[in-house]
Structures are given as structure tokens and as C-alpha cells.
């Protein structure tokens, strides 16, 4: 049984509420847990809070079995009672971590539960930008933290590699070809990322010509259709478009360290959810319009979206409805989570809507997450000029700059550096991206968080590990108890960024623990102190939990900095 259960169960006992809450505090000076239990009551027993809270003390200073983890506990403020852990049990806190290492921070509370979690997205024909970088940190974050207690997590990609942008670019890549002699051969020769960067082009052509030519509009809305269909006549540099971006998406993947376990395409869904869509249509629960069918959100207070357009093409929506069910099929999930960005959160809401007439066992078990935009400071990588910035040049960017830093491990830094930046702030949120603070050795970054755990490795590569049982013979300064009660709250802090989708809620925890180790480090020696045996200890767990807790961020820590 773990500490916090210990005080639960004491909780309970004393203030005869089942379901006591219990937190560590975010101000050490208030303890290392504190409970609400009796302003909660008070309002049910209408009582005073502090006075109620007094007693619940009482009760809770006589329990022999929390006497022997607990020093003292008060009442502050209006009526919280607050406990402060006896120092033994926050140094044997050091061994655990040091036993169980990389799975310290584990739990099971999601045992047997099995998610799926669907992100990334980004689209064939079209660059991986930032949005897809952000979408892509923030769900290895989420599906590691997850992992971490105990869930069967599976990571899905849905790629939209039908619709009108693939025309475009189908459309550029055929008038490219013609205007500059190349045959299939001669692309297929070029390297990976001149054939990207070709086919970044065509798209570009596409979408300017769709907009000022009529005619050529009608033809890519033609091509549009025959793409669908699968029409021989286009089909097949369709497919070579298709391979080359997927072969690019997998170079992205591999330098963010992501392995997916099932891919998607509407390609495969498409007909699915039209299918799906004219099912519907003869229960009423889609409607016709225009010529299109469309869901009357407005009628559930939301609003109408087409699922089948005039042309009598399945919309992404319709797409998204044969997606579920598919998924469902691969991966018998308890939960799905989508996660996208934050300005299609009304359309997810309409789609979960009508998948609740439709699959309301899946729908149930849906949940959208939408995330903020990420933001450039204005003459910094800006897109002013209208094009886009890729995921690849801003991690180059970042790498240029951390080589100065860490030329050996400069990948490594700078993928810590934008992922840290991206995860530190809400999810929901807009992100601000300066590079010049992510790669910060002295702030709120993930390169100063690498730099904490190489301090206390050189600390540690100076002497061997002594594995004795650990015994304190010195009292402990402010310092290391700080440190140490900080070390305490790390699996309680995983547990609740997994269970509240907030990985921000680690990275404040991962900061905060190297600002007080290195406010340990500067004033206390280590090597050579009458208490030596413990600071060795104290620094080995906090390199450990530093490193554990970057690695469900999905970021690496090199040895040197």
C-alpha cells in the first residue's frame, strides 16, 4: 500500500466521508499532502469548516498505523488539514527509485485498459508543417504517459490522401512534368526530398490556378473525382505522389521518436462512411439538401454539415464515420482519443453527435482533444510570406543552434528543445514558439533539463555506487528535504498528467525538481561530505526521475552536456 492510500483510508476513517480528497501541495511549507475532506463536509453538516477539520485532526493523530509515516498534521486557513511525512519514509523513498529505476513512476490504474489514440494526421501531397509537429508531440506524450499506468495503448495516423488538395497537386504534378520533359524514371531517380519538394511545388501551382481559372477549377474538380474512382488515366501518379510523401512522413517519425501501430487513409474509409452516410439517410437521421446530405446539427444545438456533397463524394465527415467502426475492428478500444487541433472542435462535435445515432457504444467511447496553434515571434522563421514552415526547418534550426551547445548530441537537444516548448503549455493553449528560449540552459527548457541530468551524472561517474542500506547520519538541511519531499510526488504527478490528458502538469513538476536540486547543487558538496552516502542517493534519484519523467515527454537525455 502507498503512502497516499495509507493517509486515504486513515481520511476516511476519521472523517467518515468515503471518498476524502487528497493532493501533494504545491507550497512545501503547507506539508507534503493536504486534504479538503472537511470544508467538504461542513457544507453537508453545516458546520464550521475549521472547527470540523480540528476534530477529523483529533481522530487522525490517535491512528498508530499513520503515526508511522506521518510527523504532524495541522489545520490552515479555513479548514484544510495538511500532513507532513516523516523524514525516513521521504529517504526511503530513494531506495524505491533506486530499485525500480526506469519503472519507478509506474503504475497500474489503467491495467487492461485498452486506448487508441489517433494523431499526427498530416496529409499526402502536402508539407508536414508545425501543426503536425505540435499534434504529433503532444500524442507520444499523451500515449507514453498513458503506457505508464498500466494502459494497452496503440497509436493510430489518419491520412487524408483523397480530396481536392491531392488534386491540386496530382494536377501541378502533371503540368510540371509536361512543361519540363520529366518522365516517372527521372523523378524516381531524384532523391526523397527533391521529389517532396516537387510535389510541394505542384500543389502550390494547383491551388493558385484553382482560384484563377474557371476552367482549370472544373478540370482538377473532374480529377478530383477520378482519383476517387481510381481512374487508370491518373491513377497511377497518384500512387507514386502518395508513396513518396508516405516514405517522407516515416524520416519525421523515425527523428521524433514515434512508431505507429495502424495507419488510416480516407481512401479506405471513404466508401465506408458513404455507405454509412445513405444508411443513415433512410432512418432520418441525415437529411438531404442542395443536393448534398447533410446532419442537422442545428436541431441538437449545434450545426448542419454535409457528409455527402453535391458531386455525391463522402466529406471528411463522412470519412471520419467508416473510420471508427474500422478502428474498432483492428483494436477492440475502451477509448478512442482523437487529437487535432483546436478550430475543428465544433465539427468533432457534430461528427460524435451523429455517431451517436449511428454507433453509440463507439461514440461514447470517443474523446476529441484540441489543441492551441503554435506561433512564431514576428522575423523568426515567419510565415508572413504565406508559406508554410515545416516541421523539418524549424527542428534544423533548432539543431544549428544546440550544436553550439552540444555539437555530439545536437539532435537531441534540439528535438528536446521544441518538444519541451510545445509541452509546457496547456493543451488548448497557443503556443509560442522562441528559440532562442527553448534552447535556454538556464530557464524553464527541456536542454535545462538534459543539462541537470548530465550535472548529476558527472557527479555520480566520479565515484562508484555504494549500494548499502542508506542510513542519514547528519540532520538534513532545507535543501535536500525540499528535493526530497519534490522526489515523493513524481508517481502521483504521472498519474494525474495521464488522467487529466496534461503533460504540461509534468513538465511543471520536471522544472521544479531541477531548480531545487540545482539550488542543492550550488550550495551543499557532494563528493566529500560528512553525508556523502545520502547526497550520492538523493542525486542518482533525481537524475533518474529527471530522466524517467523527459522519456514520457518522448525526449532523450545524453550523458554529456
Known amino acids: 500500500m502507498d503512502i497516499q492510500t495509507e493517509i486515504l483510508v486513515a481520511l476516511k476513517k476519521a472523517s467518515g466521508f468515503d471518498t476524502p480528497g487528497l493532493e501533494f501541495t504545491e507550497d512545501m511549507q503547507f506539508g507534503d499532502y493536504t486534504s479538503n475532506v472537511a470544508l467538504v463536509l461542513s457544507k453537508e453538516r453545516k458546520t464550521n469548516p475549521h472547527k470540523l477539520a480540528e476534530e477529523i485532526v483529533l481522530k487522525l493523530q490517535k491512528d498508530k498505523t499513520l503515526a508511522k509515516i506521518v510527523d504532524k498534521i495541522e489545520?490552515?486557513?479555513?479548514g484544510f488539514i495538511n500532513f507532513w511525512l516523516k523524514t525516513d519514509v521521504l529517504v526511503s523513498n530513494l531506495t524505491q527509485i533506486e530499485a525500480k529505476k526506469e519503472k519507478?513512476?509506474?503504475?497500474?490504474?489503467?491495467?487492461?485498459?485498452?486506448?487508441?489514440?489517433?494523431?499526427?494526421?498530416?496529409?499526402?501531397?502536402?508539407?508536414?508543417?508545425?501543426?503536425?509537429?505540435?499534434?504529433?508531440?503532444?500524442?507520444?506524450?499523451?500515449?507514453?504517459?498513458?503506457?505508464?499506468?498500466?494502459?494497452?495503448?496503440?497509436?493510430?495516423?489518419?491520412?487524408?490522401?483523397?480530396?481536392?488538395?491531392?488534386?491540386?497537386a496530382v494536377w501541378g504534378m502533371r503540368q510540371k512534368m509536361e512543361e519540363n520533359e520529366l518522365t516517372m524514371d527521372e523523378l524516381e531517380l531524384k532523391g526523397l526530398n527533391d521529389r517532396i519538394k516537387f510535389m510541394g511545388e505542384s500543389y502550390?501551382?494547383?491551388?493558385?490556378?484553382?482560384?484563377?481559372?474557371?476552367?482549370?477549377?472544373?478540370?482538377?474538380?473532374?480529377?478530383?473525382?477520378?482519383?476517387?474512382?481510381?481512374?487508370?488515366?491518373?491513377?497511377?501518379?497518384?500512387?507514386?505522389?502518395?508513396?513518396?510523401?508516405?516514405?517522407?512522413?516515416?524520416?519525421?517519425?523515425?527523428?521524433?521518436?514515434?512508431?505507429?501501430?495502424?495507419?488510416?487513409?480516407?481512401?479506405?474509409v471513404g466508401h465506408i462512411g458513404a455507405k454509412i452516410v445513405k444508411e443513415g439517410l433512410k432512418k432520418n437521421i441525415f437529411k438531404e439538401s442542395k443536393g448534398a446530405i447533410i446532419f442537422p446539427g442545428s436541431e441538437y444545438s449545434l450545426h448542419d454539415r454535409v457528409f455527402i456533397n453535391s458531386l455525391g463524394l463522402p466529406?471528411?465527415?463522412?470519412?471520419?464515420?467508416?473510420?471508427?467502426?474500422?478502428?474498432?475492428?483492428?483494436?477492440?478500444?475502451?477509448?478512442?482519443?482523437?487529437?487535432?487541433?483546436?478550430?475543428?472542435?465544433?465539427?468533432?462535435?457534430?461528427?460524435?453527435?451523429?455517431?451517436?445515432?449511428i454507433y453509440p457504444d463507439l461514440a461514447e467511447k470517443t474523446k476529441h482533444i484540441g489543441h492551441g496553434m503554435v506561433r512564431l515571434p514576428e522575423g523568426k522563421m515567419s510565415s508572413r510570406t504565406g508559406k508554410v514552415v515545416?516541421?523539418?526547418?524549424?527542428?534544423?534550426?533548432?539543431?544549428?543552434?544546440?550544436?553550439?551547445?552540444?555539437?555530439?548530441?545536437?539532435?537531441?537537444?534540439?528535438?528536446?528543445?521544441?518538444?519541451?516548448?510545445f509541452l509546457k503549455v496547456g493543451v488548448g493553449h497557443d503556443v509560442v514558439y522562441d528559440i532562442n528560449e527553448s534552447l535556454s540552459l538556464e530557464g524553464n527548457s527541456g536542454p535545462y533539463l538534459q543539462y541537470t541530468v548530465a550535472r548529476a551524472n558527472s557527479v555520480l561517474a566520479k565515484v562508484k555506487s555504494k549500494r548499502q542500506e542508506l542510513k542519514v547520519e547528519n540532520k538534513l538541511n532545507s535543501e535536500e528535504l525540499l528535493v526530497l519531499r519534490t522526489l515523493n510526488q513524481f508517481s502521483?504527478?504521472?498519474?494525474?498528467?495521464?488522467?487529466?490528458?496534461?503533460?504540461?502538469?509534468?513538465?511543471?513538476?520536471?522544472?521544479?525538481?531541477?531548480?531545487?536540486?540545482?539550488?542543492?547543487?550550488?550550495?551543499?558538496?557532494?563528493?566529500?561530505?560528512?553525508?556523502?552516502?545520502?547526497?550520492?542517493?538523493?542525486?542518482?534519484?533525481?537524475?533518474?526521475?529527471?530522466?524517467?519523467?523527459?522519456?514520457?515527454?518522448?525526449?532523450?537525455?545524453?550523458?554529456?552536456?
Open 315 to 357: 466529406t471528411y465527415e463522412a470519412k471520419e464515420l467508416g473510420l471508427a467502426p474500422t478502428k474498432y475492428k483492428d483494436f477492440k478500444y475502451d477509448e478512442s482519443v482523437i487529437i487535432t487541433g483546436n478550430e475543428i472542435i465544433e465539427y468533432f462535435k457534430v461528427l460524435i453527435k451523429a455517431m451517436s445515432f
Open 75 to 78: 489545520v490552515a486557513g479555513p
Open 390 to 421: 515545416t516541421a523539418e526547418a524549424l527542428l534544423d534550426e533548432a539543431k544549428s543552434s544546440a550544436s553550439k551547445i552540444n555539437a555530439e548530441s545536437a539532435e537531441d537537444v534540439a528535438v528536446a528543445a521544441v518538444k519541451y516548448a
Open 104 to 168: 519507478y513512476g509506474h503504475s497500474e490504474i489503467n491495467k487492461n485498459k485498452k486506448i487508441i489514440l489517433e494523431f499526427t494526421d498530416p496529409n499526402p501531397f502536402k508539407e508536414f508543417h508545425i501543426g503536425h509537429l505540435y499534434t504529433n508531440t503532444v500524442g507520444e506524450a499523451l500515449s507514453r504517459l498513458l503506457e505508464a499506468t498500466g494502459a494497452q495503448v496503440k497509436r493510430a495516423n489518419y491520412q487524408g490522401d483523397l480530396g481536392l488538395h491531392v488534386a491540386k
Open 492 to 561: 502521483e504527478v504521472v498519474t494525474s498528467a495521464a488522467k487529466n490528458y496534461s503533460p504540461n502538469t509534468l513538465c511543471n513538476y520536471l522544472y521544479n525538481l531541477a531548480s531545487k536540486f540545482n539550488s542543492f547543487y550550488n550550495k551543499d558538496r557532494v563528493i566529500g561530505s560528512e553525508n556523502e552516502d545520502f547526497r550520492l542517493k538523493l542525486t542518482f534519484a533525481t537524475a533518474q526521475v529527471l530522466k524517467n519523467g523527459l522519456g514520457l515527454l518522448g525526449i532523450q537525455t545524453p550523458n554529456r552536456m
Open 204 to 268: 502550390a501551382l494547383g491551388s493558385r490556378v484553382y482560384e484563377e481559372s474557371v476552367t482549370t477549377k472544373e478540370e482538377i474538380n473532374i480529377l478530383n473525382k477520378k482519383i476517387f474512382e481510381k481512374d487508370p488515366e491518373v491513377y497511377g501518379l497518384y500512387q507514386k505522389g502518395r508513396t513518396w510523401s508516405l516514405e517522407y512522413f516515416e524520416t519525421v517519425y523515425k527523428r521524433l521518436g514515434t512508431k505507429f501501430d495502424y495507419y488510416y487513409f480516407e481512401s479506405e
